[in-house]
């Protein structure tokens, strides 16, 4: 995660998923600055607003 951006998407050509499938590392990109990688998931926003300022307080 590099912009700490929601808009993330799978990356793929279509919206078909295989049951079988197993996802790759590649397979989410963000919209905004086209990092591809797994995404971080948060339980709510309050953790992402936490996760954002304790990351901008690193930089």
Known sequence: M???SKKI???????????????LVIDWICEDCGYMGIPIA?????D????V???EQKQ
């Open 2 to 4: 590099r912009c700490l």
């Open 9 to 23: 998407k799978k990356n793929s050509g279509n919206n078909e998923v295989e049951v079988n499938y197993f996802p």
């Open 42 to 46: 948060f339980c709510n926003e309050e």
């Open 48 to 51: 992402y607003v936490n996760f």
């Open 53 to 55: 300022s304790v990351h």
